[in-house]
């Protein structure tokens, strides 16, 4: 499995826009082969941080949808929104059951 997890600070002024983005790119992302779960979530200490968490069921999943256009848009659309540039992070995990 594999795991992507990010964030990306938002402008205070966007956030409503940050949040809709990005709740079409995940519910979008749901739908693509390979998705376990793809998620955005408000981080309580900071409400102007979305954090993401993603589950592939392989790296060619995650590479195919890294290929979709939406992706790529929704990519440039968050870029637009943030006061800096979003980070993302990719793990190889296998359960420990």
């Known amino acids: 499995m ?17 949040i809709a983005v990005s709740l079409e790119h995940v519910r979008r992302s749901r739908t693509e082969p390979g998705c376990l779960s793809h998620a955005v979530h408000r981080d309580v200490e900071d409400p102007f941080r979305l954090v993401f968490v993603e589950q592939w069921a392989d790296l060619d999943a995650l590479h195919a949808h890294f290929r979709v256009p939406a992706s790529t848009a929704f990519v440039e659309a ?3 929104l943030t006061t800096g540039r979003p980070t993302m992070e990719i793990f190889a995990a296998e359960p420990t059951r």
């Open 78 to 80: 968050l870029g637009e």
């Open 2 to 18: 594999i795991i992507v997890t990010g964030s990306a600070v938002v402008r205070p002024d966007r956030i409503d826009d940050a």
